[in-house]
């Protein structure tokens, strides 16, 4: 009988989600402006790193050998369980713990949107739509956040087998 392999791609997915909770209440708590700002654009990182462990956790487990299958397993599971529970989260923060925060996040959104816009010489009428349809819409209504979802475990996925490339180690055919 062979003894059960660990699966770190779960745990580590767990844990990836709730840093991204942490990560996400840290930069609620500093604001809208925080929220938007380049700091936020961190938490394109933290999965990458997370997965890497997890998928380096799961080699080790495995005798420092794992094909390239079982690495884009741990490693995609990781990304996919991390993505869901920030997904949800992000779901009740913001239509059901702080909806005003959202519409303050759509406003600033909307503003850096209008520079954006007037400095690539985008004509009023088209300036104004748009920023009335970032107000007046909810990004984050349920069918949003799971086509954002979604959308995001492509390029989980894409990044899972790059990960997966590197950390891979095939048992050598013969040994010495």
């Known amino acids: 009988m062979e003894a059960k392999k660990p699966n770190y791609g779960l745990s580590y997915g ?10 996400t209440v840290i930069l609620y708590l500093g604001g809208v402006k925080l929220f938007i ?9 933290i999965p990458i790193v997370i997965a890497v462990l997890g998928g380096l956790k799961q080699k080790k487990a495995l005798g420092g050998y794992m094909s390239f299958g079982e690495a884009l397993k741990t490693v ?12 949800i ?18 406003q600033e959104t909307a503003v850096i949107q209008e520079k954006m816009m007037r400095k ?7 300036i104004e739509k748009s920023v009335a349809d970032t107000l007046n819409g909810n990004n984050y209504t349920i ?6 979802y979604a959308f995001g475990l492509i390029f989980w996925f894409i990044i899972s087998l790059i990960i997966a ?5 095939n048992k050598p055919e013969f040994q010495n």
């Open 76 to 87: 995609f599971l990781i990304c996919v369980i991390g993505s869901l529970i920030s997904t």
């Open 120 to 126: 690539f010489g985008v004509s009023d009428s088209v």
């Open 37 to 45: 700002s380049p700091l936020a654009w961190l938490a394109w990182c």
């Open 165 to 169: 490339a590197i950390i891979k180690k």
């Open 14 to 23: 767990v844990i990836l989600g709730l840093v991204m909770i942490i990560y």
């Open 143 to 148: 069918g949003k956040i799971m086509l954002s």
């Open 89 to 106: 989260f992000s779901y009740v923060l913001f239509n059901i713990i702080d909806e005003p925060f959202r519409q303050a996040l759509a």
